[in-house]
């Protein structure tokens, strides 16, 4: 299984310490000691599965025109005039902490601004979420601005851009990881998209919108 980039330490670290916490408990005779010792270690190798769960990078079969961001449930299509974008029409995508946590490219373009906020960590499917820590991504693309908010929640506590201001990348590749979940928000210079509310989707894989649109 593909481990997604910036989190094999997380991984790590608790395997670590349940190999050390192991080997310790076979230097007392206490059967209460040895137990406590057992249990923590079977504790965090659990610990260290789960999260291998939550940081698999699956290879995606990329789909047909504008592609999801962010795996997750779709809470709220809106269209609104922004500033970076202009008219648009703004996906809402709220991730799980059992969602691939891997952000992608909605389609081809250039890294035109990249910018980290500092903020709170707010459940981001609440207004207040505005004030949350966030990277805002503006991508140059052939069907003009794309605006990408990455969205960090009470349990997402860090966000980790895998580009900088000036890449060339492909639709489908890898932007970006919100550990543990949180919500994407992606700003798109269409008219109509090809999804609802409530859908749920795979980033890089499920068409958000057609080309033409």
């Given at each position: 299984m593909q481990i997604a980039k910036g989190t094999k330490h997380w991984i790590f670290i608790p395997?670590?310490?349940?190999?050390i916490l192991s080997i310790f408990s076979f230097f007392f005779e206490n059967i209460t000691v040895i137990s406590i010792f057992f249990i923590s270690a079977v504790l965090m190798f659990i610990i260290s599965i789960l999260l291998s769960v939550f940081f698999r990078d699956p290879d995606r079969n990329i789909g047909e025109g504008i592609v999801a961001v962010a795996d997750g449930k779709i809470k709220e299509i809106t269209k609104i005039k922004d500033k970076d974008v202009g008219n648009c029409i703004c996906i809402y995508t709220f991730m799980n902490v059992n969602n691939v946590h891997v952000n992608r490219m909605p389609v081809d373009?250039?890294?035109k601004d990249i910018k980290h906020i500092s903020g709170s960590h707010l459940p981001a499917f609440k207004k207040e979420s505005e004030k949350n820590e966030r990277v805002?991504?503006?991508?140059?693309?052939?069907i003009g601005k794309i605006k990408i908010i990455q969205i960090a929640g009470t349990l997402a506590r860090r966000i980790v851009p895998y580009i900088k201001k000036g890449d060339k990348l492909k639709k489908g590749d890898k932007i970006g990881i919100i550990r543990l979940g949180s919500r994407v928000d992606v700003y798109l210079p269409i008219k109509k998209v090809s999804v609802k509310v409530g859908n749920r989707i795979k980033a890089g894989e499920d068409s958000l919108a057609k080309i033409n649109t």
């Open positions: 395997l670590l310490l349940s190999i373009g250039i890294i805002i991504t503006i991508i140059d693309t052939k």
